[in-house]
């Protein structure tokens, strides 16, 4: 493994090796560049598509939360949240929301095309522990993760729920989306919901009229509907993970903070390099006392709730 040092890298990336190289560079930052090449790519509906990448050693290494950083047909990478991994077939998956050109290019990507892919990046959720958790609730109940989502936030959450049930948790979710025709993947978040999956559309086609906020509200209020739970058993701790528009992660926030559940946030700022040098994506963030502008691709994405929204 070559180490190149921070004035070779470029906020493009270039300066690791690119994808027709023979294999990872390591830059300073100690996060990883990789040939990559494309599995599939497939439409799950008018804007929105799920592409496969054999990318053995970022499927071994990712965590629930990280993203990665790809090449595209524009100058800058474009980040995306990682979705799935098959660790055994070393294949990651990202879903694409159709936004500009360079989601575009890389929603186009047919079998076998070369990408570069920078990654795993940024600190990933922090999930549940079924043990200890269990224990100190007193509740004897596995502890709850419960994901809360809408535009492109919702990607990564099916990863880190599909981890957190392999590790013995509960877990249950509130997707938002514009109507019903803009809903996608129901089917594979209820596969790794075990509390439930709570669907809520602007429009009131499917689920809950409304936001997320408004389905977060009314979640305790839906014991035994379809498409909604009564999650919170009394005395479960419950954690709270969000990834969305901001107004969607302020009110996940301010509804985890009124029930005393502990909440990361997810943010997706834009980005230029994706891995800590440019500053491009930082934000104000408030730790330990202190406000402060920390790199969302670094420090980030994933950010505890009263970090970004102190009260
Ligand atoms: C950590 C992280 C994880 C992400 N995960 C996903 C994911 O899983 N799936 C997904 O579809 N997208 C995800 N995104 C957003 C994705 O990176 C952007 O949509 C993409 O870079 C847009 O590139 P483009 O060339 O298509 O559009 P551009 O031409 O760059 O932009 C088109 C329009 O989209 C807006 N835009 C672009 N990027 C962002 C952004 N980050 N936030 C808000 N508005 C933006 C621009 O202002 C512009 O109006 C993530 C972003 C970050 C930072
Ligand atoms: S995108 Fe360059 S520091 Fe975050």
């Known amino acids: 493994m070559t180490q190149v040092n921070q004035s070779q890298l470029r906020p493009d990336g270039a300066g690791l090796n690119q994808a027709t190289g023979s294999g990872p560079l390591k830059a300073t930052s100690g996060q990883l560049e990789y040939a990559a090449?494309?599995?599939?790519c497939h439409q799950l509906n008018?804007?929105?598509y799920w592409l496969q990448i054999y990318c053995p050693a970022v499927a071994l290494s990712c965590q629930p939360g990280q993203f990665v950083n790809l090449s595209c047909s524009q100058f800058l990478r474009r980040p995306f949240g990682v979705a799935q991994v098959d660790r055994a077939a070393g294949i990651i998956a990202i879903g694409i929301q159709l936004k500009g050109q360079g989601s575009a290019d890389l929603a186009a990507s047919r079998p076998g095309r070369a990408l570069s892919v920078?990654?795993?990046?940024g600190q990933g959720f922090t999930l549940p522990q079924p043990g200890t958790e269990q224990l100190s609730s007193g509740s004897g109940q596995p502890p709850l993760l419960l994901a809360a989502g809408?535009?492109?936030?919702?990607?990564?959450?099916?990863?880190?729920?599909?981890?957190?049930?392999?590790?013995?948790?509960?877990?249950?979710?509130v997707?938002?989306?514009?109507?019903?025709?803009?809903v996608v993947l129901a089917d594979s978040f209820r596969a790794v919901c075990?509390?439930?999956?709570?669907?809520?559309?602007?429009?009131?086609?499917?689920?809950?009229?409304?936001?997320?906020a408004t389905a977060l509200a009314q979640l305790e209020l839906l014991p035994g509907e379809p498409e909604g739970q009564n999650v919170a058993r009394a005395g479960q701790a419950v954690t709270v993970i969000a990834c969305g528009p901001k107004p969607m992660l302020a009110a996940a926030a301010s509804w985890s903070r009124s029930r005393q559940y502990p909440c990361q946030v997810s943010l997706e700022e834009r980005?230029?390099?994706g891995f800590g040098l440019c500053r491009t994506c930082a934000c104000q963030i408030t730790r330990e006392g202190r406000t402060e502008m920390?790199?969302?691709?670094?420090?980030?994405?994933?950010f505890n709730a009263e970090e970004v929204f102190p009260e």
């Open 37 to 40: 090449e494309v599995v599939s």
């Open 46 to 48: 008018a804007g929105t």
């Open 118 to 121: 920078l990654g795993p990046l």
């Open 150 to 173: 809408g535009g492109s936030g919702l990607f990564p959450l099916l990863f880190a729920l599909h981890e957190a049930r392999l590790q013995g948790c509960r877990t249950a979710a």
């Open 175 to 182: 997707l938002g989306f514009r109507s019903r025709d803009r």
């Open 194 to 212: 075990s509390d439930g999956l709570t669907l809520a559309t602007d429009d009131g086609s499917l689920g809950v009229r409304g936001t997320v």
């Open 271 to 273: 980005m230029a390099c």
């Open 294 to 302: 920390l790199r969302v691709c670094y420090e980030g994405p994933v």
